[in-house]
């Protein structure tokens, strides 16, 4: 399987449950630190490393022609790797910021599927695409980063289309709130602030969506989750809103 995102969050539990259950996993991101963590831990058999820059084409192709024996056989394509940047209003929000949530949610999200597509469809594999109720429910400032998780869930849905008939599955996960490192992301390494928005929440674990990948891995062979959305008890819909007199 290959994974992407796996120096952190989610991605670190899906491949580090992955490999503790057998799996060959690759495991992409940018920090070859963190990578080097997991193949330490679970060994070269198990963990690959693959140190690239999603969103750098030439890299991500160079990372896959130089997989090695044993790791050339994908049959699990897990697309996590992405972020938010910012919360600002849409009017006030900074363009770079948008760009980079773009080129990473979406862009480099179907370059790499679209690259690995002739082999999952060879091993009658699957994918599974981490999206978010973000592209579901509007919230203040999540503008873009909404917008590209809509974007993952609708071609989740399309690729699931195209691959009528070739065997391969398709499921989006749409988690809600989950303690990773993605709000100290979001708001440029601010932990107090990341510390406030998880406080008192319970929210989401990475290991909860490493639990609920392994689930979905695992399920018969004539079974596809098409669409599976997780939310902390303590997360809900808001709602809609009025500005009278506006
Ligand atoms: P983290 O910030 O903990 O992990 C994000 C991962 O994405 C890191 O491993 C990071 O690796 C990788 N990544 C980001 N940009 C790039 C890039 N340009 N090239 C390669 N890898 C990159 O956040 P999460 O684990 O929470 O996020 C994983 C996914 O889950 C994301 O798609 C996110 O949108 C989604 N999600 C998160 C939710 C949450 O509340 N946490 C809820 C719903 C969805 P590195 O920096 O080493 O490159
Ligand atoms: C991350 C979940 O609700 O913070 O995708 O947008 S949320």
Not at 118 to 127: D, F, T
Not at 228 to 234: A, D, R
């Amino acid at each position: 399987m290959l994974v992407t995102g796996a120096s952190s969050g989610f991605g670190a539990a899906i491949a580090r449950h992955f490999a503790e259950n057998g799996w060959r996993v690759v495991a992409c991101a940018r920090r070859a630190d963190r990578l080097r963590q997991l193949v330490d831990r679970h060994g070269n058999d198990h963990v690959h490393a693959a140190a690239f820059d999603v969103r750098d084409e030439a890299a991500m192709r160079g990372a896959l022609d130089a997989l090695p024996e044993g790791f050339r056989d994908i049959d699990l394509l897990v697309n996590n790797a992405g972020l938010a940047l910012g919360t600002a209003p849409a009017q006030h929000a900074d363009l770079a910021q948008w760009r980079q949530m773009i080129d990473t949610n979406v862009t480099a999200l179907v370059t790499l599927t679209r690259m690995l597509l002739p082999r999952l469809i060879e091993r009658r594999g699957a994918i599974v695409n981490i999206s978010s109720i973000s592209g579901t429910y509007p919230y203040k400032g999540g503008n873009v980063y909404g917008a590209s998780k809509a974007f993952v869930t609708q071609f989740s849905l399309g690729l699931r289309t195209d691959l009528h008939g070739s065997g391969v599955r398709v499921t989006s996960i749409e988690p809600g709130m989950a303690e990773t490192e993605f709000t100290l992301v979001r708001t440029g390494g601010d932990r107090a602030a990341s510390d406030t928005m998880y406080r008192g929440a319970h929210p989401i674990t990475a290991t909860d969506i490493a639990d609920t990948v392994w689930w979905i891995a695992n399920l018969p062979a004539h079974l596809n989750v098409n669409r599976i959305e997780l939310m902390p008890v303590s997360q809900s819909a808001a709602g809609l809103q009025v500005a009278r007199d506006s």
